[in-house]
């Protein structure tokens, strides 16, 4: 059997091992060098799971045919546009995880501009602190919004179903790995950050203020926010003690899991003044 073959015939063994795997060492890395303390235990915590075990299922209710089944049909009879161009297997898989990255980080940009899909999105957002499970927080419109581009995406590309394994596998443990509270040395941080996102590139991402939420949009490769003028290099405040989250959502009793489940589906709460650390503009509502 040859290595692509096997890939294919473990691919949601190895899929849910690599995402274990990542889950558990950064858990433990965390724990061991914090950068904020945002991973010791808290409520937040549950509700982040609790996000993670409900996307699991409906997803696989609602989208029982996923990305790698839908490579393996179309690339099998050579539709999309890599069937056009007839390019060597290890090029497909390469630009594969390349565009889809592109597509990750455009789709991104969307959920923060467009306002009805800021709703979706805003439910990662209001998260009051940063760690790994941050990166399983996601509501479960914004996880079917994201796998219908995917669907698309992965039809029109034609696209070799061991990229989409290699690319479903890089961008689950990038959002963990991005997540993490922990932070490289300086010495080392410009140069991991020149190729690939790291927490600290992300947790600006994650600020209150709008303008640093509004930017650093990269998943997995941080060439993207470069390229398209979105990067900011480090926020204003140092980013072991700025704020996380929405200035409008800042009540833990208003972030448990029914509450994240709803919230799509509220308008934002009227901020009142907001203290000097939150002053900045609210983020965007509908």
């Known amino acids: 059997m040859n290595p692509s073959?096997?890939?294919?015939?473990?691919?949601?063994?190895?899929?849910?091992?690599?995402?274990?795997?990542?889950?558990?060492?950064?858990?433990?890395?965390?724990?061991?060098?914090?950068?904020?303390?945002?991973?010791?235990?808290?409520?937040?915590?549950?509700?982040?799971?609790?996000?993670?075990?409900?996307n699991t299922g409906l997803l696989r209710l609602v989208f029982p045919v996923l990305a790698v089944a839908v490579a393996m049909?179309?690339?099998?009879?050579?539709?999309?546009?890599?069937?056009?161009?007839?390019?060597?297997?290890?090029?497909?898989?390469?630009?594969?995880?390349?565009?889809?990255?592109?597509?990750?980080?455009?789709?991104?940009?969307?959920?923060?501009?467009?306002?009805?899909?800021?709703?979706?999105?805003?439910?990662?957002?209001?998260?009051?602190?940063?760690?790994v499970t941050l990166g399983v927080r996601f509501h479960p419109l914004e996880m079917a919004f994201s796998m219908g581009i995917k669907l698309t995406l992965v039809y029109l590309l034609g696209a070799p179903a061991l990229g989409v394994v290699a690319f479903e596998i890089l961008l689950a443990a990038a959002s963990?790995?991005?997540?993490?509270?922990?932070?490289f040395p300086p010495r080392v941080e410009p140069w991991l950050r020149a190729a690939v996102v790291t927490p600290?590139?992300?947790?600006?991402?994650?600020s209150v203020l709008r303008h640093e939420t509004d930017s650093n949009y990269g998943f997995l490769l941080s060439a993207w926010d470069r390229l398209f003028g979105s990067y900011t290099p480090r926020p204003l405040r140092p980013e072991r003690e700025m704020p996380i989250g929405l200035s409008q959502w800042r009540t833990p009793d208003g972030l448990g899991l029914p509450a994240l489940l709803l919230q799509p589906f509220r308008a934002a709460p009227v901020a009142g003044p907001a203290p000097a650390r939150f002053a900045d503009k609210e983020t965007p509502d509908a």
């Open 5 to 54: 073959d096997w890939v294919m015939q473990h691919e949601a063994a190895l899929r849910l091992g690599s995402f274990v795997a990542v889950l558990g060492a950064l858990a433990i890395a965390e724990r061991i060098w914090p950068a904020r303390g945002d991973a010791r235990p808290a409520r937040r915590q549950l509700a982040n799971l609790g996000l993670m075990l409900i």
């Open 176 to 183: 963990l790995f991005t997540h993490a509270d922990f932070a």
């Open 73 to 131: 049909s179309v690339h099998s009879r050579g539709g999309g546009l890599f069937g056009l161009l007839g390019l060597p297997a290890w090029l497909e898989i390469g630009l594969t995880v390349l565009v889809m990255d592109a597509a990750i980080y455009a789709q991104h940009r969307l959920l923060h501009t467009v306002p009805l899909l800021w709703r979706m999105h805003r439910v990662h957002h209001t998260d009051l602190g940063f760690d």
């Open 200 to 206: 600290s590139m992300h947790r600006t991402h994650h």
